[in-house]
């Protein structure tokens, strides 16, 4: 049977982990960094969880709250994002930051975590930006508009040779002047391209 929600005393933390102590018994629950740097022995605490099964092991993943473990989920359910990928997103970004990159089109944003390649911070993107909720401070129609103009952005700039990685971070740079047309963008993307890296 799943155990989907964990309420107990904190008995031990380390970085990642907890163990909460519920009717005499301890279970170790791995969390981002951000719920066990918070967490304090002997305190109370309530968390979202996901039971990981695998042939060799059982591993009990937990979260402060229940957008976090819809997340997490959905990363697992990308080919390729394991639970220690999908923790490890959730550790190095936030979940509001983490929504927004993935609603925004921004693969480079999660490139930046360790152990995310580029090929699976694209697939992350393609596979999870019609799913993920956006957090409360970005308008969902306004992120479907700039969806619409990134992929025509993306299309134009493919077209052109670019790679869909190269095009993926050009539109998000690009993105705060979304009410462009598409030839001006598509302009400003290639001196985007042709300016030095820094």
């Known amino acids: 049977m799943p155990i989907a929600r964990l309420r107990g005393t904190i008995d031990e933390q380390g970085d990642g982990w907890l163990i909460v102590g519920v009717g005499g018994v301890g279970l170790m629950a791995l969390v981002p960094s951000s719920t066990s740097d918070g967490a304090q022995p002997g305190a109370e605490v309530s968390l ?5 099964v695998r042939e060799d092991a059982l591993t ?5 709250s229940h957008e976090e473990l819809t997340l997490f989920e959905l990363l697992i359910g990308v080919s390729g994002v394991g639970p220690k990928a999908a923790l490890g997103l959730l550790s190095s970004l936030d979940y509001g930051r983490l929504a927004t990159a993935i609603v925004s089109g921004q693969a480079q944003v999660l490139r930046g975590v360790p152990g995310i390649g580029q090929k699976t911070a694209e697939r992350i993107v393609l596979d999870l930006r ?10 969902p129609a306004a992120s479907a508009k ?13 077209g052109l040779g670019y790679t869909q990685s190269e095009a993926a971070e050009a539109a998000a740079r690009l993105s705060e002047n979304g009410d462009e047309p598409l030839e001006a963008r598509v302009r400003r993307a290639l001196q985007f391209f042709d300016a030095p890296a820094r």
Do not use: N, Q, W
Request: aromatic share 6%; net charge negative; proline share 6%.
């Open 48 to 52: 979202h969880t996901h039971l990981h």
């Open 60 to 64: 009990l993943y937990g979260f402060s």
């Open 130 to 139: 019609d799913k993920v909720v956006p957090p409360d401070d970005v308008a």
């Open 146 to 158: 700039g969806r619409h103009e990134d992929s025509e952005l993306i299309a134009a700039l493919t």
